[in-house]
């Protein structure tokens, strides 16, 4: 199944740090994820995700170029998507799979906080 | 020996030199719970598994049967699946599990983890509900040092002919030879970074690359990688902020070590399953799941880790059946 096309970078640029950018889309609505997440991050990018997503309706992630995401980035996303909730949703669009497999390892995967889109091709 | 009065954990060696007392102890444990309506959990290998099918008949489709190799290929792995054992049967007043964890083939690593695992299992029950597990050992092809380690951490000893309590237990304490050697020092080549936390990022990139020159193959670089940043993440934590790590190839295994100055005193935190609600430690639970060994010496010296992940594999069969 195709990727959905996420519209180019519109210079919102919502959280940058030396090992992250997050940008708005609005196709769909939602953010992209472009680098890593790690403990020195996680906490600034939950924090700031929670302010940007006020008056959304479901946010759609692009992650496929969020190439690295630890324990505590997972919990930060999820934070952001329990803060959102519970009548919105985060959707994930190309998680990678190690990435997922950690979610699941972890004890993460039955809360209904995030859903992997379906329009995706890994999507559950 | 009867079991209407076993009111605690019960840990018990079986001592068996050829296949016919396996059968023999083994069968009649296992006979003597489906006779009790017990629920039965039998770990073993997948040979030793089809001759329980055989010697069983009709009776072991009331058995449950899991692959060692598979549930114990690393042996941290084994405490959480008997947990869940035990958690499966809240109605039960006794359950029965048959582990044989050590065999010939282990290497001197898995060998001494299994060990302080057959150590832990003590510790871990200890609290908990009734339940009774046999572990088989196979004296006609392990040393007799394994043979004493095992009278040191079962309570019991039997054989196909005979039930008694070891002289020898020590219960879950592991401040023991062999269970606290030190580990041994490396004599391959060794790529060595030293990290805090503004380096974690780099610290992935060396990992990766010193993993990958050692022939680590694609697919578990990812995995590799991740387990090493969460050790390397609780270093910047909990364990004085910085730590040194060493990367190395040995027989099959790339192996990568983290050491900090920190210090903590908790054997099982390795093996806890996390509560999905909590903001409860998950980087060493990852690190069992996601690696093939992982070894933990914590003293007033400090931490050391110990991941190893074999060069040529795929993601443990373990993991992928904690997908379903």
């Known amino acids: ?124 | 020996m009867s079991t209407a009065t076993l009111e605690r954990f019960r840990h018990e060696a079986l001592l068996y030199s050829d296949w016919t007392e396996f059968v023999a102890g083994t069968v009649r444990f296992i006979r003597e719970g489906l006779d009790r309506h017990e629920p039965v959990f039998v770990v073993e290998s997948q040979q030793k598994i089809e001759m329980l099918h055989a010697a069983l008949g009709d009776s072991a489709d009331k058995v449950t049967f899991a692959n060692m190799a598979e549930v114990g290929a690393n042996p941290a792995r084994i405490i959480p699946a008997w947990q869940d054992f035990v958690a499966a049967h809240a109605d039960a007043t006794l359950l029965r599990g048959i582990g044989e964890p050590i065999w010939a083939g282990r290497t001197p690593e898995e060998l001494v983890e299994c060990q302080r695992h057959e150590a832990l299992l003590n510790t871990a029950f200890a609290a908990g509900r009734a339940w009774w597990l046999l572990c088989p050992y196979d004296t006609a092809h392990l040393p007799q040092e394994v043979i004493a380690e095992a009278r040191r951490s079962h309570e019991f000893v039997s054989t196909s002919q005979s039930i008694d309590l070891s002289k020898d237990f020590q219960s879950g304490h592991l401040s023991r030879t062999p269970l606290d050697l030190p580990f041994a020092e490396p004599t391959q080549t060794m790529t060595r970074f030293s990290f805090n936390r503004s380096s974690l990022s780099a610290l992935r990139g060396e990992v990766r690359r010193a993993a990958e020159s050692r022939g680590l193959s694609a697919g578990r670089l990812a995995d590799f990688v991740a387990a090493v940043n969460e050790v390397a993440t609780n270093s910047v934590v909990h364990g004085g902020g910085r730590g040194v790590a060493r990367v190395w190839k040995d027989r099959d295994l790339v192996v990568c070590e983290i050491k900090d100055t920190g210090n903590f005193d908790d054997p099982l935190a390795d093996r806890r399953r996390p509560d999905p609600e909590a903001a409860s430690p998950r980087g060493l639970w990852l690190a069992n799941h996601l690696c093939d060994l992982v070894q933990i010496r914590s003293g007033p010296a400090g931490t050391v880790v110990r991941l190893h992940i074999k060069v040529e594999s795929h993601p443990r069969i373990a993991v992928l059946s904690d997908l379903n």
């Open chain 1, 1 to 124: 199944m195709a990727d959905p096309v996420f519209s180019p970078p519109s210079g919102r640029t919502v959280y940058r740090d030396r090992q992250l950018v997050v940008d708005r889309t609005e196709r769909p609505l939602g953010l992209r994820f472009v680098g890593e997440i790690d403990l020195t991050n996680s906490g600034a990018i939950s924090s700031a995700l929670r302010h940007v997503l006020d008056g959304l309706a479901n946010i759609h992630l692009d992650l496929r170029q969020l190439v690295f995401c630890d324990v505590s980035g997972i919990r930060a996303l999820l934070n952001v998507a329990e803060a959102v909730g519970p009548d919105r949703r985060l959707l994930l669009h190309g998680l990678a799979p190690e990435i997922e497999r950690v979610i699941r390892v972890v004890g993460w995967s039955d809360g209904a906080a995030f859903s992997f889109c379906g329009c995706e091709e890994n999507a559950e």
